[in-house]
C-alpha cells in the first residue's frame, strides 16, 4: 500500500481538498441555519432545537471525517517517510516528519511531490 502510486496521490490530496470542502460546508451550514431560523421566525413560529441540532450533526459527521482523514494521511506519510530509502540515516527524515505534524496537509503535499513524484523517474531510469 506504501508503493501505491494512488494511495500516495490519495493521501497528499486528501487534506488539502477536505479542507477546502470543510470551508464551503461550513458556509453552507451557516447560511442553512440562518435560513432556518429566519424561515421559523417569519411564520412566529420558536426555532426549535431539533432544527439547530440537526444542522449541527451534518456538520459534525463531515468534522470527523475530515479528522480521520488527515490522521490517516499523517500516520500513512510517516510511517513511508521512515522507510523511505533516500531519508535512511539523514536528518532530513527528522524534518520531514516535523513538517508533516506542525504544518499537516501542506507538508505531506510536498513530501510527494519532492520525494516521491520527483524521484520517481530516478528509480525507474536508475
Known sequence: MLHSKFW???FALAPIFIGILSIAFYMYFVFNLVADIEAAEAYDREVSPSMILGNIAW???FIVLMILVSLSSL???IV???QNPN????SLLVVWILLFIFIGGIGQ???WL????GKRDQLETG
Open 80 to 82: 513511508h517517510a521512515v
Open 87 to 90: 531519508l535512511k540515516g539523514n
Open 59 to 61: 456538520f459534525m459527521g
Open 114 to 117: 519532492v520525494e516521491i513524484v
Open 109 to 111: 503535499l510536498i513530501y
Open 8 to 10: 500516495q496521490a490519495f
Open 75 to 77: 500516520v500513512f506519510y
